[in-house]
């Protein structure tokens, strides 16, 4: 499948192989999207993944894999990482980049956290996540109330935004009302849902089709 734009002719063509759902793939591809980048999308049927020779060729035996030509880059963090730095999303200078990864990995904790619940305890661990969200929505309200932008570092969407924002719609189909007593992170989410290009990717199928989890629980 070819998805989204690609003006940036000189870099090779971006494959992504990864599971028939959004999980951690979403945030790359929003980025990218906003990017106006195209990419290949391999998905994987989780029945050929059982067979294992894909899963032995990965180098921690797990998907997302990305191609960008002759790289293969497998953990979906390097992968955000490496595409804020080829498209401008990791900050003006060394401080902002240092602040951008303090916030993805405060991102990648509260998502650890989410997939627990969602892979392990759905059932009995739902409403406790939903009760303690709060005290982890207001750490991201915080630095947004404090940078006043709208983002969290700076003033244009880093790599770090793309995976807050991604981390807050499963949040918001989990609890439709989580944001409600958060205004800024309310607004930050709405700000980037209003981004020309995040919202066709967002209004298309290649994005709808998906399930969040591969689980079915969301
Ligand atoms: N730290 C890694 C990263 O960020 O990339 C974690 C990657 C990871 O957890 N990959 C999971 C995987 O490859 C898929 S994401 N699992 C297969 C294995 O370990 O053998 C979660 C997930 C689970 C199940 C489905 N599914 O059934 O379709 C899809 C996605």
Not at 28 to 34: A, E, V
Not at 208 to 218: A, D, E, F
Request: aromatic letters at 10%; proline letters at 5%; glycine letters at 6%.
């Amino acid at each position: 499948m070819q998805c989204g734009q690609r003006q940036n002719t000189k870099m090779g063509p971006y494959i992504i192989t990864y599971f028939p759902v959004r999980g951690r793939c979403s945030a790359m591809k929003i980025l990218l999207s906003d990017k106006d980048q195209v990419w290949k999308e391999n998905l994987v049927e989780i029945a050929d993944w059982m067979k294992g020779d894909l899963k032995k060729s990965c180098v921690f035996g797990q998907l997302p894999k990305f191609e960008d030509g002759d790289l293969v880059l497998f953990q979906s963090n390097a992968i955000l990482r490496h595409l804020g730095r080829n498209h401008d999303a990791y900050g003006k200078n060394n401080r902002e980049a240092s602040l951008i990864d303090m916030m993805a990995d405060g991102v990648e904790d509260l998502r650890t956290k989410y997939l627990k619940m969602i892979y392990q305890d759905y059932d009995n661990g739902k409403d406790p996540y939903i009760k303690d969200l709060p005290n982890h929505l207001d750490k991201f309200e915080a630095v947004l109330v404090k940078n006043k932008t709208g983002f969290l570092v700076g003033n244009q969407p880093s790599f770090a935004d793309y995976c807050l924002f991604d981390l807050m719609l499963n949040q918001l189909v989990l609890c439709p009302t989580c944001l409600d007593t958060f205004p800024s992170l309310k607004s930050f989410v709405e700000k980037m849902k209003s981004r020309p290009k995040v919202k066709a990717f967002l209004e298309s199928d290649g994005y709808k089709k998906l399930p969040i989890n591969g689980n079915g629980k969301q």
